[in-house]
């Protein structure tokens, strides 16, 4: 049955890549005159993307929070469990994201991270984090939202990660604020199907995700933090609400077990 929940997962995301991205096109074409209205449209666009891509691969989202109250624009910061945070992320929220830049070089992929309006770094160029920074702070000012990892890649699940200090000072350039958002998967693995161990490759990653029957996450929006000058203490400041909380989820689960 495994195998067979993969390959209709498989056909059910080409689809959904092929349909979205044609949707996405189009929309560039007609709005690229209109900047801003291009930057929303694009996000709207991908929270319809996330939400088709949770649905095929039956990732059931919660999410808690009062997201109304957020005032326009604002980096999103999160823990990353793995590459299926960016389904749960566009899904609950419409953004932009920040990657690396050597995905734009992925098969599909790269066309659907260019078509979304993603910020690449570029970790080899002594500019790439200036370039990063002016990108985000520019969406900033204009009120749109942007979504970073700053743990830097994927992690264990086990904790949440120092954070690199580095797009938060976008944050501070458009007198802009954080909102710390938690990630916490929640099926029967240990880690969680969700995670990226270290020894397993990305297919590898990506079959035992597909081959998942039902994978549930809860995303907490914690209040957002303003008004700080400080790259490093807006980093340690959201780390600390985000590691707090994700400590408080795993600590619920072991009481309930």
Not at 3 to 8: A, G, K, L, P, S
Not at 104 to 120: D, E, F, H, S
Not at 232 to 248: D, G, M, N, T
């Amino acid at each position: 049955m495994g195998y067979v929940r993969m390959v209709y997962r498989v056909i059910g995301l080409v689809i959904i890549q092929v349909v979205m991205g044609v949707v996405g096109l189009v929309t560039i074409i007609v709005l690229s005159p209109f900047q801003k209205t291009h930057y929303t449209m694009i996000a709207r666009v991908m929270q319809v993307w996330g939400k088709l891509c949770c649905w095929v691969l039956n990732i059931r989202i919660q999410k808690e929070g009062a997201t109304e109250k957020i005032t326009s624009g604002g980096m999103i910061v999160a823990n990353h469990i793995g590459s299926v945070d960016i389904f749960v992320m566009a899904a609950c929220f419409r953004v932009s994201f920040v990657s690396k830049s050597d995905v734009r070089a992925w098969p599909l992929a790269g066309y659907m991270t260019r078509i979304a309006n993603t910020i690449y770094i570029d970790r080899t160029r002594r500019r790439g984090l200036t370039v990063m920074v002016q990108a985000i702070a520019e969406r900033l000012r204009s009120g749109h939202y942007v979504v970073v990892f700053p743990e830097g890649g994927a992690t264990s699940g086990q904790r949440v990660e120092r954070f690199n200090s580095s797009a938060f000072e976008a944050v501070v350039k458009a007198e802009s604020s954080v909102i710390p958002v938690v990630i916490r998967y929640y099926d029967d693995g240990e880690p969680s199907v969700a995670c990226w161990p270290e020894g397993v490759s990305f297919l590898g990653n990506i079959k035992r995700l597909l081959m998942h029957p039902r994978l549930n996450v809860k995303v907490w929006v914690l209040p957002q933090v303003t008004g700080e000058t400080d790259r490093q203490v807006l980093a340690e400041s959201s780390r600390a609400l985000i590691s707090k909380k994700y400590e408080e989820a795993e600590g619920a689960i072991g009481q309930r077990v």
